[in-house]
């Protein structure tokens, strides 16, 4: 969670209390409130006692930007929606949900062949295959590495699991922003 460092600059000076003062009302340290002031991520207990001194929701010390990493239902509707979209990214943590749901589509599909035929599971592979390689191009362009990396795939056995330790590289531009922040 990021707080919203103006929103709390706001509120302590509104009260004019220095971040000494409000470091004591809020039983946190100085160092802390030091940080939130200047847009550090803010954990759950942090936020309900500046929350609580300030007497106001917690949301509302909040920023409105949505964190980086979806809910997994979210994440698994937005790899269905972007199904067929190859251009793009698509951060790790999104990209696994996603890969979740295609396994349990799959597996529920494994079910359905043994009940009805084994048509169902062909179908369902088929229908998963497209999205799954446009999933996997937006991934890779996130991690900073070359969409055609997928062919690795091909090979027997190794292939496979080349392409999906690729898959868990961390992306790129955050690693620049790391490096740059650092």
Same mark, same amino acid.
């Given at each position: ?9 706001? +509120? ?34 942090? +936020? ?7 007497? /106001? ?44 749901? /295609? ?24 229908? /998963? ?37 690729? +898959? ?10 790391? /490096?740059?922040?650092?």
């Amino acid at each position: 969670m990021h707080i919203n460092s103006a929103r709390l600059r706001e +509120l302590r000076t509104g009260r004019q209390w220095s971040q000494e003062q409000l470091a004591n009302l809020s039983g946190l340290n100085l160092r802390t409130i030091q940080r939130l002031e200047s847009g550090a991520k803010i954990s759950t207990e942090s +936020l309900r006692a500046l929350a609580a001194v300030f007497e /106001v929701p917690a949301e509302s010390l909040l920023t409105g930007n949505p964190s980086p990493s979806q809910p997994a239902l979210e994440a698994m509707r937005d790899g269905v929606l972007r199904g067929l979209e190859f251009t793009g990214t698509t951060p790790r943590a999104d990209f696994w949900w996603f890969a979740l749901a /295609v396994a349990m589509v799959l597996a529920f599909a494994q079910l359905f062949a043994e009940a009805i035929g084994q048509w169902a599971l062909e179908i369902t592979s088929l229908l /998963v295959l497209l999205p799954w390689i446009a999933a996997c191009t937006r991934r890779l362009r996130d991690a900073g590495l070359n969409p055609w990396w997928q062919l690795i795939s091909l090979a027997p056995v190794g292939g496979i699991l080349v392409l999906l330790y690729l +898959l868990t590289y961390p992306t790129k531009a955050k690693e620049a922003a790391e /490096v740059a922040a650092g």
